[in-house]
T-cell receptor
Framework: DTEVTQTPKHLVMGMTNKKSLKCEQH?????MYWYKQKAKKPPELMFV???????INESVPSRFSPECPNSSLLNLHLHALQPEDSALYLC???????????????FGPGTRLLVL | SQQGEEDPQALSIQEGENATMNCSYK?????LQWYRQNSGRGLVHLIL?????REKHSGRLRVTLDTSKKSSSLLITASRAADTASYFC???????????????FGKGTLLTVNP
């Protein structure tokens, strides 16, 4: 199984809502990632988890709260978002690179988020 | 800051022609990766080339890496309409703390293959 799944596929939320994005993989990968991608732009890294611990936070606003309940699951909790947070949110997983370096990442199809 | 920069930003060719995309980067790397993204979908990994490798092949794809020039190229031979997508190079670099590595994506090349 080389698939990363993400739910939901689409999400529309108001600025006062609380919602969560979910990501799952069963490849035995111990690194999981959240990226944000705006239209016609490259993905931008938000968070990295390695062995279920947060290892990189790219100065993401606190209205985005990641969680890694176990080695297969990654959540992104959303609260009080702004319209400019509308984007495609991509989850990825990989083996953790030994001695530095980032190994091949496997991406999910993404959640398209619209904040009204 | 942008680690990888692709060139050209957009490329339009006819089916059967070859497509070449270039990527330049600024700092030393452990490896460089190429990904493909169909419109509005997730990214698909194409090739990973390590800093001690100069060339790698996978099917119709050929990637070269020149660490002295800090550049890489992706060649797609005998292109097909189904190759129409955005192509990104991605390089690894340490985060601000220096102890963890992350992928930084270039701006991408939008390839259109006309039937």
């Amino acid at each position: 199984d080389t698939e990363v799944t993400q739910t939901p596929k689409h999400l529309v939320m108001g600025m006062t809502n609380k919602k969560s994005l979910k990501c799952e993989q069963h490849m035995g990968h111990r690194a999981m990632y959240w990226y944000k991608q705006k239209a016609k732009k490259p993905p931008e890294l938000m968070f990295v988890y390695s062995y279920e611990k947060l290892s990189i936070n790219e100065s993401v606003p606190s209205r985005f709260s990641p969680e890694c309940p176990n080695s297969s699951l990654l959540n992104l909790h959303l609260h009080a978002l702004q319209p400019e947070d509308s984007a495609l949110y991509l989850c990825a997983s990989s083996h953790w690179g030994l001695a530095g370096g980032v190994e091949t990442q496997y991406f999910g199809p993404g959640t398209r988020l619209l904040v009204l | 800051s942008q680690q990888g920069e692709e060139d050209p930003q957009a490329l339009s060719i006819q089916e059967g022609e070859n497509a070449t995309m270039n990527c330049s980067y600024k700092t030393s790397i452990n490896n460089l990766q190429w990904y493909r993204q169909n419109s509005g979908r997730g990214l698909v990994h194409l090739i990973l080339i390590r800093s001690n490798e100069r060339e790698k092949h996978s099917g119709r794809l050929r990637v070269t890496l020149d660490t002295s020039k800090k550049s890489s190229s992706l060649l797609i031979t005998a292109s097909r309409a189904a190759d129409t997508a955005s192509y990104f190079c991605a390089t690894d670099a340490p985060d601000s703390g220096g102890s963890n590595y992350k992928l930084t994506f270039g701006k991408g090349t939008l390839l259109t293959v006309n039937p």
